[in-house]
């Protein structure tokens, strides 16, 4: 059991390896079962890692032997394996989806699928900056591939933008990363919390502009305002499965920046304890009140739900920076919530859009489409949980975000910021849902009746917003306590580095 | 050696970002070479620079960093397969699109002239 923390890495590694192997890879169906099966595991081996971190506490695991700070751990705390869970949940529902058919539509579909979510998970559990960097890489090159999954004109031009920008920020994450190896002389995340709260005054503005780079590198991978301008475009052209994993890429982003700036930068660091919220704050809101115009005056449905995640982003990045306890138990109920639920939404476009004829997902009046309850019905179930209206999910994950403000300012900026989107949001849902189900023109529906697998993948991912609900209680202990495991740093440094801090002191 | 070693940093990096905004997918490619180049650079020194420093300990009396050579190293083989991507992508845009330019589409032919004024 001491390897498990590995499986959520391996196991999608040696799952796409093998169906690139010919027995599997030339037959669509075995792709598909082994692809799915996989994922299942994945989502086993999740849970069971995060009952073991529950019995257990923070687990850590020295790759090859070699202990930290010398060697690159992985690190397995409440946060990081709850993050886990949700990728492999995500994950199961968009590959149900992909195998539809959308896998089809071009090569290599489940590897690259596989090889992303294993990049996701590391990028989780990894405890070492460069190691983060490697595996923000390996998800990355996999998304750059999935993008123009199925070609097509739209899907270069957004692939273009999404790499070149990518590309650039990897270069401004690598320079950062050496300006704090320069001057800290490690990268672990936790002996960097150890070293920053011990720096010496002349080097304190070097760390401080890597640190803010930092925050650029993961405010772009985020979207966070001025860094936002190519997630419209480059979630709404993905093909549905892929922009459905692509809901908790941007989640990654905000993973970082609360890793980062609450253990390295956290309360203890001295005199450079939460250099980013200055920054983060206006950002954030900014990121709901562009995200909630978006919504307003998205011309189709998919760009529509791209606009959602920035609002999501934006009121997660908000909840970053305000670096509490309270705040950071808020914003991880509202990553689960919110990427389910765009991630849901992602795949009801691709089905809405395939029943309307040539007016696909523009709101514009087209055919009527086939299913219109089961569609309808589940449009409904969506657009309340997103928009946060009571009996779903987003209302608990807006009523933690807004107890989470404490400060009268801050409460005053966030409740005003979040509560006026909530209202968008409700306005821009409703007429796209009127538009797509109401605004009937031409002759009769003749598209296709959604697959039972896509049904299922969208149920699937649906569902959980009323379990989200129901388990509510357990759900919001859990994410107060992976809060107070994230922010109690000296603890977490101990467990980490112990035995190396004992030995540091003889020599 | 230091004021040198930066001046290069300096300079690549200037380089790479004016050719980043450049228009056209190639001299981007170009830029985000010059960028990385730049970057690999940058790394190696964060170990301090270092003549004569040994890499393998109890052999000489200063030392190397060893591992900003292995971060560099990461860093290159990374770098060399994204840029391998994005020239494919950028061939494929060419064929796509129907041009080179990285918005997919020219400017207007007015502004194309004031360009060119």
């Given amino acids: 059991m001491w390897h498990l923390i590995t499986a959520p890495v391996l196991l999608p590694m040696l799952t796409a390896l093998l169906i690139m192997l010919p027995p599997i890879h030339y037959s669509p169906m075995r792709r598909r079962w082994l692809s799915m099966v996989s994922a299942a595991i994945q989502l086993v081996l999740a849970v069971m890692l995060l009952l073991q971190v529950q019995q257990q506490g923070l687990l850590h695991y020295a790759v090859g ?99 070149v920008l990518n590309l650039t920020g990897s270069a401004i994450f690598l320079i950062s990363l050496a300006v704090l190896y320069g001057t800290l002389g490690t990268l672990n995340i936790a002996d960097m919390a150890l070293k920053v709260a011990a720096l010496p005054a002349e080097d304190m503005m070097l760390v401080k502009a890597g640190g803010l780079m930092l925050m650029i590198v993961f405010a772009l991978k985020a979207a966070v305002l001025p860094l936002q301008f190519w997630l419209p475009a480059t979630y709404s052209s993905a093909s549905a499965p892929v922009a459905a994993l692509f809901a908790v ?132 179930l969506a657009a309340l949980t997103v928009a946060g209206l009571p009996p779903f999910s987003g209302f608990i994950g807006k009523l933690m975000l807004l107890q989470a403000a404490t400060e009268p300012t801050n409460r005053l900026l966030l409740w005003s910021f979040v509560l006026v989107s909530s209202l968008l949001v409700i306005i821009g849902l409703s007429r796209a849902g009127s538009t797509l189900f109401w605004r009937i023109s031409g002759s009769d529906a003749a598209g296709e009746k959604a697959a039972p697998l896509q049904v299922f993948s969208v149920c699937w991912l649906l569902l959980a917003s009323p379990l989200l609900v129901i388990f509510a209680g357990p759900l919001t202990e859990l994410s107060h306590q992976a809060a107070a495991q994230l922010y109690d740093t000296s603890a977490t440094i101990e467990i980490i580095l112990g035995q190396s801090v004992s030995q540091g002191e003889t020599p | 050696m230091e004021t040198l070693f930066a001046c290069c940093i300096g300079f690549l990096t200037a380089c790479g970002v004016f050719l980043m905004l450049r228009g056209r997918t190639f001299p981007v490619v170009l830029g985000l070479t010059m960028l990385s180049y730049a970057v690999n650079l940058f790394i190696f020194s964060s170990g301090r620079l270092t003549l004569r420093g040994a890499a393998v300990l109890g052999t000489a009396e200063q030392y190397a960093d060893p591992l900003p050579q292995a971060l560099v190293l990461t860093a290159i083989v990374i770098g060399f397969a994204m840029t391998a991507f994005l020239v494919i992508l950028a061939i494929r845009a060419r064929a796509d699109l129907g041009n080179d330019h990285v918005d997919g589409k020219l400017p207007d032919a007015a502004n194309m002239k004031k360009e060119s004024r």
Avoid at chain 1, 264 to 271: L, Q, T, V, Y
Avoid at chain 1, 359 to 370: E, F, N, P, Q
Wanted: charged content about 10%; aromatic content about 10%; proline content about 2%.
């Fill in chain 1, 249 to 380: 890429m941007t989640k990654i982003g905000v993973y970082a920046l609360l890793r980062v700036y609450s253990t390295i930068f956290g309360p203890d660091a001295g005199e450079l304890s939460g250099i980013a919220a200055d920054w983060l704050l206006p950002a954030g809101l900014a990121t709901i009140a562009l995200g909630a115009v978006g919504v307003m005056a998205s011309q189709d449905f998919r760009k529509l739900v791209a606009n959602l995640v920035l609002v999501s982003v934006g009121t997660l990045v908000s909840l970053v920076a305000l670096q509490t306890e309270l705040s950071a138990a808020a914003a991880l109920y509202y990553t689960v919530h919110s990427t389910l639920v765009t991630a849901a939404l992602f795949l009801l476009a691709d089905l809405i859009a395939n029943q309307r004829g040539k007016a696909a997902d523009r709101l514009v009046s087209g055919r009527r489409v086939i299913q219109p309850v089961l569609l309808g019905f589940m449009f409904v």
């Fill in chain 1, 65 to 163: 032997n070699w202990q930290a700070p010398f060697g690159i751990i992985l690190v397995a705390d409440t946060l990081s394996v709850v993050m886990v869970c949700l990728t492999s949940f995500l994950a199961l529902g968009a590959i149900c989806y992909g195998s539809a058919g959308e896998d089809e539509k071009g090569s290599f579909f489940h590897p690259l699928f596989q090889f992303q979510i294993m990049g996701i998970n590391g990028a989780f559990l990894t405890g070492d900056l460069f190691n983060l960097f490697v595996f923000f890489e390996v998800l990355l090159i996999a998304s750059y591939a999935l993008l123009i999954h199925a070609g097509g004109k739209n899907k270069t031009k957004a692939a273009v933008h999404y790499v």
